[in-house]
């Protein structure tokens, strides 16, 4: 019911844009969530954004990530600028009213 797309390899420094496509239209009540688990590390929120288009993110990604919504498509987008090694991580998209994607993965090299 969620499909993630968008992750690949990328040099630091580079731009990748990751999509979260939902097949409910209940998509367009729920918050929507992006989270990422780097190895051997817990999962982590790394941005959010609301019914209402109101963001937030964690520190490490503030002005480098830009969390997005078009409910109109019921898809949400996580456009990642200014890539660090210390993104590579799976990175999961959550609506809470509809479940988790797969994940994927985002590998940024040095």
């Known amino acids: 019911q969620l499909q993630a797309s968008g992750g690949g390899l990328v040099q630091a420094g580079g731009s990748l844009r990751l999509s979260c496509a939902a097949s409910r239209n209940i998509f367009r009540l729920s918050a929507v969530n992006w989270y990422r688990q780097a190895p051997g590390k817990q999962r982590e929120l790394v941005a959010s954004i609301s019914n209402a288009g109101v963001t937030n993110y964690v520190d490490s990604t503030k002005g480098r990530f830009t969390i997005s919504r078009d409910n109109a498509k019921t898809t949400a987008y996580l456009q990642m600028n200014s890539l660090k090694p210390e993104d590579t991580a799976v990175y999961y998209c959550?609506?809470?009213?509809?479940?988790w994607g797969q994940g994927t993965l985002v590998t940024v090299s040095s």
């Open positions: 959550n609506v809470p009213l509809i479940g």
